[in-house]
Every structure is written in C-alpha cells, then in structure tokens.
C-alpha cells in the first residue's frame, strides 16, 4: 500500500524556519515527482514545489522561491521541504504527493496530476 506522511509542521514566527518530511512507502522511491502543496483557509489549494526522485531536478512556486528548499534522502524514501524566512502569508496545511514519471519524463513539475497523497501537517506563522 501506498503511504506518504507529512510531519514537520507547527507555529513559528514571522521570519522563523521549519523542516517539513514526507516519509514515503509502499513503492519504489525512483523515478517520481515528489511535490509539496499547501492549502490555507478559505483558499484553493496551491503547489509549493517538487523534484524528482530520479535526477534532483527541482522547481518552485514564485511566492517561495529563494525561501524554500526540497530535498530527498532516497536511501530513507523521506523528502524534506525547508522552510525559512517565513511569512504569515505561508500559513497552510502542507500535503507531500507523488506521481509516477512515465514514457521517459525524467523531471517533476509542479502541475503534474498526483497519483498519491499523503495527510498534511499545519504550518502557523504569526506575525
């Protein structure tokens, strides 16, 4: 059975930073686009970033980049967003989901249809 499980989350203040982790399991942690999304109240929900479990290829959303980093520890199927120079604005819950990379696509996007979702974690910045 497919399993991702977000963790990390919690309340930090404006300018702070936190470490959200995706463990992953129940398949192979190669050849996937690995992507965090948020949703905050009242909002559609928003992609944040992925990369691609196979190659590192990273992106980003504009409203986080420079401020957040992904990464992935495939050895421990975990992927991990940094998080720093938080704002109130990044309040949300935050969802690790994965997709399967097929007919030779190599890198993630940050628009692909997730196949897999895992349970968010909440991330508070006050201000």
């Known amino acids: 059975e497919v399993q991702l499980q977000a963790s990390g989350g919690g309340l930090v203040q404006a300018g702070g930073s936190l470490r959200l982790s995706c463990a992953a399991s129940g398949f192979t942690f190669n050849d996937y686009s690995i992507n965090w999304f948020r949703q905050a109240p009242g909002k559609e929900r928003e992609e944040v970033s992925c990369?691609?479990?196979?190659?590192?290829?990273?992106d980003y959303a504009d409203s986080v980049k420079g401020r957040f980093t992904i990464s992935t520890d495939i050895a421990k199927n975990m992927v991990y967003l940094q998080m720093s120079s938080l704002r109130p604005e990044d309040t949300a819950v935050y969802y690790c989901?994965?997709?399967?990379?097929?007919?030779?696509?190599?890198?993630?996007?940050?628009?692909?249809?997730?196949?897999?979702w895992g349970k968010g974690t909440q991330v508070t910045v006050s201000s």
């Open positions: 990369i691609s479990s196979g190659d590192g290829h990273t």
């Open positions: 989901a994965a997709v399967p990379l097929r007919y030779g696509i190599t890198w993630c996007s940050l628009y692909y249809d997730m196949e897999y």
